[in-house]
């Protein structure tokens, strides 16, 4: 099966950068500093099946205080080297933002991805696209209303990785970007979510773990259509990959 990613979801990305830049004139920005961290597995059952568990903390500041906590895991279907799927559930607890309050809000969402990889000489491309379905708690004057508000994500990611050193050992140059547009009958001003930006180094610990740390820039647009955040994020995510058990014959 051979795909061309050079012509997969170029109105996407697009249409993210547009937005993502264009529309930062005038408007209420707000900014913040997060630390992040995770452990991201990927653990076979066989050459085709896997179950993806991924496990996220982010920080106010350096570890100052929690922002969210975010647990997600799934069931993949390899078809093979460069084409997955997974569909699968997450729950993310989100701490209030208003000074004050102390009621965190708790997320519920089921997934569903695409991911698709590349390789050009020695760059590496990774494509994912991934739709979310959300029900997100509403919180109002720090009290839980009983209530959800509903809405429909999509996110895609367009990674590239390059070696800087012939020792593939070494640390590779890592960049990232990922945008998420979303809609729904609560979705009056901000169809447009969020965009990340990630870019920093990829370290190789072992065959089945590794690394990436570096910055990422969150631009995301609130509920109200004209407030956004700008957050400065120290990113450290760890990947772990169990592959499959190979049989031996004797």
């Not at 929690?66 to 390899?78: A, E, K, P």
Request: include cysteine.
């Amino acid at each position: 099966m051979k795909i061309n990613i050079k012509i997969l979801l170029p109105a996407i990305a697009s249409l993210c950068g547009s937005i993502t830049f264009g529309q930062t004139t005038s408007k209420q920005i707000s900014h913040n500093t997060f630390s992040w961290v995770s452990m991201n597995s990927s653990l076979y059952l066989n050459k085709q099946w896997f179950i993806m568990a991924d496990a996220h903390l982010r920080e106010n500041n350096f570890f100052r205080s929690t922002s969210f906590i975010f647990g997600r895991v799934g069931l993949g279907y390899q078809f093979n080297k460069n084409v997955s799927v997974v569909v699968g559930y997450g729950n993310l607890l989100l701490s209030p933002t208003t000074p004050g309050w102390t009621t965190k809000s708790d997320e519920n969402r089921i997934f569903e991805q695409v991911q698709l990889s590349a390789a050009y000489s020695k760059l590496k491309i990774v494509q994912r696209l991934r739709n979310e379905q959300r029900w997100v708690q509403i919180i109002t004057n720090d009290t839980k209303t009983g209530k959800n508000k509903f809405t429909n994500r999509v996110r895609y990611l367009l990674s590239a990785t390059y070696p800087l050193f012939k020792n593939t050992n070494l640390p590779q140059l890592t960049i990232t970007d990922e945008c998420m547009v979303q809609f729904g009958s609560a979705v009056v001003y901000n169809t447009f979510d969020q965009n990340r930006f990630f870019a920093g180094i990829k370290q190789k610990i072992s065959n089945t773990l590794s690394f990436d740390a570096g910055y990422m820039r969150i631009f995301q647009q609130k509920n109200n259509g004209s407030s956004y955040s700008l957050s400065n994020c120290y990113r450290l995510f760890f990947y772990y990959t169990l592959p499959p058990k190979i049989s031996s014959t004797k």
